[in-house]
T-cell receptor, first 116, second 109 residues
């Protein structure tokens, strides 16, 4: 149980284009989903928290107009990187939890974004 | 400020050589301490959640323990397939996880 999927697993795009990444909870309903970014040999950094049906809460320093998050249902959240640039190249990982407070977060397999 | 510090940064073991990974933390109100395993190019895989000092949890060759200031991940008789980066994380009020930088474990046969 508690399986989270991400699509695509890898994407290469040209600078200036937009890329959408999907995160799905396959066998549970996720009231809260999280988006993280991980650079090589570094730990995960939280980008934003999203609750179904409401606007995402972004961490300090994360541009909300660049990283658009939509959490349209209890099983799907999307992250769109708009006007991507090479510095946006990274490993993007989503997670989902059943409820707020102390519930465990289950992570997706990640999406490797390369911007040329 | 809430913080998570993991040590050592890297650990090399021979197969069967038991050891422990450390996660020390400072937090204003602990609402859960988590251990994850991450393989290269993959998302973190959930291992354990600990909520209160004195709590212990086991899974195969792994045992996690918790005190008021630190957590240990004990690995008994490790095998090469246990090689991975092990991440410790705290749950802040408001559900955000604060991750440590991880310990990269290499087990050779």
């Amino acid at each position: 149980g508690a399986v989270v999927s991400q699509h695509p697993s890898r994407v290469i795009c040209k600078s200036g284009t937009s890329v959408k990444i999907e995160c799905r909870s396959l066998d549970f309903q996720a009231t809260t989903m999280f988006w993280y970014r991980q650079f090589p040999k570094q730990s995960l950094m939280l980008m934003a928290t999203s609750n179904e049906g409401s606007k995402a809460t972004y961490e300090q320093g994360v541009e909300k107009d660049k990283f658009l998050i939509n959490h349209a249902s209890l099983t799907l959240s999307t992250l769109t990187v708009t006007s991507a640039h090479p510095e946006d190249s990274s490993f993007y990982i989503c997670s989902a939890s059943l409820a707020t407070s102390t519930d465990t977060q289950y992570f997706g397999p990640g999406t490797r974004l390369t911007v040329l | 400020e809430d913080q998570v510090t993991q040590s050592p940064e890297a650990l090399r073991l021979q197969e069967g050589e038991s050891s422990s990974l450390n996660c020390s933390y400072t937090v204003s109100g602990l609402r859960g301490l988590f251990w994850y395993r991450q393989d290269p190019g993959k998302g973190p895989e959930f291992l354990f959640t600990l909520y209160s000092a004195g709590e212990e949890k086991e899974k195969e060759r792994l045992k996690a323990t918790l005190t008021k200031k630190e957590s240990f991940l004990h690995i008994t008789a490790p095998k090469p397939e246990d090689s991975a980066t092990y991440l410790c994380a705290l749950n802040q009020a408001g559900t955000a996880l604060i991750f440590g930088k991880g310990t990269t474990l290499s087990v050779s046969s």
